[in-house]
């Protein structure tokens, strides 16, 4: 029997709109309309006359045909590819070639919805509910100290095959970087640790103390004293973030921007800032073939875990204390999603019964 038979169909999906979203690294809108598809929604984004990012919705509202396969003219409106129709960066129709003056012509049916959009940190952001006011700015990506030939950045963007949920607790999941990555990221003599665990407004911070410094199967010895500092944290609604720092050696921040394009299919951006006492040319490489290294292995996994949870039709877990972020992280979405709702009836998530074995705050483990 699947989960469907037996009634208790579950899936960890929460749209929560009020949130910025990122879109698309910023140089990869330029003169053409870009299409992002945004929680179920495809969108165009185009730049307008003054050069700032716009959305709107990717469908004309004349035919359907998708805005983003048309051009941007010059004074920074989209004009669709079919029968030219022009919209501003409000989505507001302003020409409909052929249509004479005065024959009905201005008509706000003709309007498309649009987002508001924001640029930062090298990223378009989209404001998730079309039309509304944002009352907060984008999440600001942060720099580790150091700067010059010593620090550096790698950016990595992959299309992950699974929910926004799955890919957020793996980037925050500590136990399998030394089993699905050992050798690679851990996997040397297991040592204990302790991760405390900090529940902000609208974040969750975990930080981990005890680790002694090491790559791979390489560890420091164990009484030299050297450890990572290290936290993972968690921004509502898609951000993930995972800082080490020795002082005076080395600070690593990966921040993890997602992109939920729908249930079950989460684009991410790793974008990674270090510097350290090795001139950042050296890292760099380093960097880049560990990365995309655990970045595969690490999509293999999500995929394999989509495919089963459809396969029957629903999710199950059973947690541990060492499931430290995971079920805090899907509350915090489910809940933003809820407040947002009219009905919070209406809402696709299913309460969650089982009690929360990572909220423990202070876990000990080995790792
Ligand atoms: S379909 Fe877009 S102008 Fe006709
Ligand atoms: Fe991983």
């Known amino acids: 029997m699947n989960d469907v038979e037996d009634g208790t169909a579950h899936y960890s999906i929460a749209f929560p709109r009020r949130w910025w979203y990122p879109a698309c690294p910023s140089r990869r809108l330029g003169h053409r309309p870009v299409c992002v598809t945004l929680m179920n929604t495809p969108l165009a984004l185009f730049r307008d006359a003054a050069g700032a990012a716009r959305a709107v919705i990717d469908r004309c509202p004349h035919r359907n045909v ?54 930062q940190d090298g990223f378009v952001w989209i404001w998730g509910e079309q039309g509304s ?54 996997g040397g003599e297991a040592r204990e640790i302790t991760a405390e665990r900090r529940d902000l407004q609208d974040a969750i911070e975990v930080e981990y103390r005890g680790e002694p410094v090491g790559l791979g199967r390489i560890r420091g010895r164990q009484n030299s004293g050297l450890v990572f500092e290290h936290w993972d944290r968690f921004f509502m609604p898609s951000t993930a973030q995972v800082e080490y720092r020795v002082p005076g050696w080395f600070h690593i921040i990966n921040t993890i921007l997602h992109l939920p394009l729908s249930e079950f299919s989460t684009r991410a951006w790793f974008k990674v800032r270090y510097s350290s ?46 499931d430290v972020i995971g079920n805090a992280v899907w509350r915090m979405l489910r809940q933003a999603e809820r407040a947002e709702a009219v009905t919070p009836e209406g809402s696709r998530a299913r309460a969650e019964e089982t009690p929360d074995p990572g909220a423990a705050q202070r876990v000990r483990f080995r790792i």
Request: charged share 25%.
């Open 133 to 186: 006011v944002p009352d907060r700015e984008p999440l600001a990506i942060p720099t580790p100290e150091g700067s010059g030939a010593n620090s550096g950045e790698v950016v990595f963007e992959y299309d992950l095959a699974c929910t926004l949920h799955a890919a957020l607790e793996n980037a925050l999941d500590v136990p399998h970087t030394a089993y699905l990555h050992r050798g690679i990221f851990r």
């Open 66 to 119: 998708p805005l983003s396969r048309g051009r941007v003219t010059d004074d920074g409106c989209i004009e669709c590819a079919y029968h030219g129709w022009r919209f501003d960066g409000t989505g507001r129709c302003n020409g409909v070639p052929g249509l004479s003056e005065g024959s009905g012509a201005s008509s706000s049916t003709r309007d498309l919805p649009s987002h508001h959009t924001r640029e």
């Open 277 to 322: 006492r090795v001139p950042a040319a050296l890292l760099r490489p380093i960097v880049w073939a560990r990365g995309l290294q655990i970045l595969r292995q690490d999509a293999r996994m999500l995929a394999m875990q989509t495919d089963t949870i459809r396969r029957f039709g629903g999710e199950r877990y059973t947690s541990t204390e060492l």
